[in-house]
């Protein structure tokens, strides 16, 4: 039996209750972009939050990109959250390699240059990272300048945030 296999026939078994609150429209207060690592799926529960006012959104990485941006602006926009978290981690297996690198693996590999994912968003440091996709999230005209935008990386091993702040220098600098 394969996993799939098993989570079916556990499914079948675990979902006896039927619980009608579940079918009420969401209404989290609060959006977290965090990446993938299933490392990070306790992160609802380290901050102390319930899954309900959570609008979780996860990618491999913490990227700030077209699809999570979709993601922000529904969740802002639609489903009413009024503040955005984005968090970075140590330890990513973005920092293992080289969009370069793994391209080139994987054009060896097959044979074949497709034309996407344009990008895989590998990177080295985690938190100027993260202050490049806050920077992302926070310039987009979707999101509104009220909703607060903060970003952190997460250290595993303490479970503890560490926030990135943004950098002031490029809102003060009288040249822009
Ligand atoms: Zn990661």
């Known amino acids: 039996m394969s996993i799939i296999d098993d989570a079916l026939s556990a499914n079948a078994t675990i979902a006896t209750d039927r619980d009608p609150d579940r079918e009420k429209p969401p209404a989290p207060r609060i959006a977290i972009v965090t990446c993938a690592d299933p490392r990070l799926s306790d992160i609802v529960r380290m901050l102390g939050l319930d899954d309900a006012d959570v609008d979780m959104i996860r990618n491999v990485g913490t990227v700030i990109d077209d699809d999570s941006i979709r993601s922000l602006v529904i969740s802002t ?68 300048a009220d909703v607060p935008i903060r970003g952190f990386v997460y250290d595993l091993a303490s479970r503890r945030l560490s926030e990135v702040l943004p950098l002031e220098a490029t809102h003060s600098d009288p040249s822009h």
């Not at 639609?78 to 080289?98: A, D, S, W």
């Not at 994987?106 to 990008?119: D, H, N, V, Y």
């Not at 440091?125 to 996709?133: G, H, L, P, V």
């Open 77 to 144: 926009q639609v489903l009413g959250t009024r503040e955005i978290m984005i968090i970075n981690h140590n330890g990513c297996g973005l920092t293992t390699f080289t969009d370069d690198e793994l391209e080139d693996r994987l054009r060896t590999e097959t044979g074949m240059s497709p034309i996407a994912p344009a990008r895989f968003y590998s990177f080295t440091d985690a938190e100027q990272n993260t202050r490049k996709q806050l920077q992302k999230a926070r310039s987009h005209p979707w999101i509104s």
